[in-house]
């Protein structure tokens, strides 16, 4: 029977396989999409990692997602008395659990009183069905990151049509009243290159010489409030508040900043895609008839 006692990581937690070796893992704070590895104190760092310090003092070593062969959450159940607890704590001698049962008269003759909820401490030879359960996280983070690419993030963008090829462009015209493509290595000989850009990948036109000019944004409601799209946030979605409810920003407790404008304020909020609603993708045309 496996034991989480032999296992070189905790009972409950997070798992990462790097290089053939398990080690303790955390998503990386401010690094997404990258996985943290926390070696345990004497294990050698693993091979071609740098380490990073967290703002709590713990170092870990941050690595790619394509770099690993396995992340997953991991956690221990077990039956004593024929009653479900999961496992808190392995000693060799003794399982620690807490009850996940119903039976309220069993857990107050047997157990000790938890702030919600009640545990235990069992000699090993009492315990039956001691079962690992494992939730995977690398494929589900790698379809994440599939998906955002393929809306790129969910930002609010622009695009032009010229001579029936798309490129990305500005939303407004400047002060010429052009619009600027960026046309990597494309060289429009009827557009003239921006001088205000070193790399030559950019080239102005007029809305008129163009086939098409529009924007693309996204729209989602969260707890039923709507909101426009405007990027992800450590692979979460955000969202400025559309709606007119101040009772709803105070109740949601919506982030307050100040808009891009400099001038005004706005409600925002980051949350998971798996908690929107509604997502939508819309095309607004430009008017080229300038």
Known sequence: MTDPAGHPFPVTGEVAAYLGDPYQARAAAGLWPYVELLPEPGRPA????????????????PVAPE???????????????????????????TLSGNY??????????????????YRGVFPRHEVTELSEHRED????????VRRLTEVDHFRPKAYAVHHGR???????????????LTT???????????????????FLAAPGQLDAWYRIHWTFRWQDGPFDA????????????T??????????????????????????????????????????DLPTDR
């Open 100 to 117: 996940l049962g119903s039976d309220e008269d069993f857990a107050k003759r047997h157990l000790k009183r938890r702030v919600i909820g």
């Open 46 to 61: 693993p091979a071609g990692l740098s380490p990073r310090e967290a703002p709590d003092g713990t170092v870990g070593y």
């Open 137 to 144: 996280l690398l494929r589900p983070l790698h379809d994440l």
């Open 184 to 202: 990597g290595q494309d060289r429009p000989e009827d557009l003239v290159a921006d001088p205000r850009d070193t790399s030559g990948g950019h």
């Open 243 to 284: 709606g007119g409810s101040w009772g709803f920003a105070d109740t949601w407790q919506l982030t307050r900043e100040t808009d891009p404008d400099g001038v005004h304020t706005r409600h925002t909020v980051v949350v998971d895609l798996d908690a929107v609603t509604d997502l939508e993708r819309h095309r607004t």
């Open 67 to 93: 770099h690993l062969e396995a992340w997953y959450t991991v956690r221990w159940t077990f039956r004593w008395h024929d009653e479900p607890f999961e496992c808190t704590a392995a000693a060799p001698t």
């Open 230 to 241: 405007v990027g992800t946030v450590d692979g979460r979605i955000k969202g400025v508040y």
């Open 166 to 180: 798309t490129y990305p462009a500005t939303a407004e015209t400047d002060a010429s009243g052009l619009v600027a």
